[in-house]
């Protein structure tokens, strides 16, 4: 019973506030449609599986081509080495790349190196959607 009283005097106080003027009704609708618009774009975003941002594409072309490079100087290094398996520093293999400056991502990500046999990763990975456009990672070399 108690709890229907403070019910009623919150709706009477907020009706009340609404037909003196203190809320105006246009600019709570528009506060709300906003906060249920940004609520809604910010899940879309995490289930987006749409087209991915054309510079995101791009930067994962890049670093994917990064990765593919790096993969070809531990092939390199490691045949030079007869090194079958293990695993090579990055100055083992900066020679491969001109003025031995390793390739860096486009995204900022961070390279690991991998063990031979294993493709070198990058930290941005499956990118910002779940479509493949966008991912950072070297599937096949
Ligand atoms: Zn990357």
């Not at 005097?9 to 246009?26: D, H, P, S």
């Not at 709570?28 to 510079?55: H, K």
């Not at 090194?83 to 486009?106: Q, S």
Request: proline share 4%; hydrophobic share 35%; net charge positive.
């Amino acid at each position: 019973m108690k709890q229907k009283i403070i019910l009623a005097a919150v709706v009477l106080v907020v009706v009340g506030l609404f037909v003196t003027g203190v809320l105006n009704w246009e600019k709570t609708t528009a506060w709300a449609r906003r906060l249920f618009y940004q609520g809604r774009s910010t899940v879309s975003r995490a289930t987006d599986f749409s087209t991915p941002q054309l510079g995101d594409v791009d930067a994962a072309r890049v670093c994917r081509d990064n990765l593919r490079r790096i993969e070809s100087a531990k092939r390199k290094v490691a045949e030079n080495k007869s090194m079958a398996v293990g695993r090579l520093t990055w100055d083992e293999i900066r020679g491969e790349f001109p003025g031995g400056k390793i390739p860096t991502c486009p995204s900022g990500g961070s390279y690991s190196i991998g063990n031979l046999g294993t493709m070198p990763t990058c930290t941005v990975s499956s990118g910002r959607t779940g479509r493949p456009e966008d991912d950072h990672v070297l599937i096949n070399y």
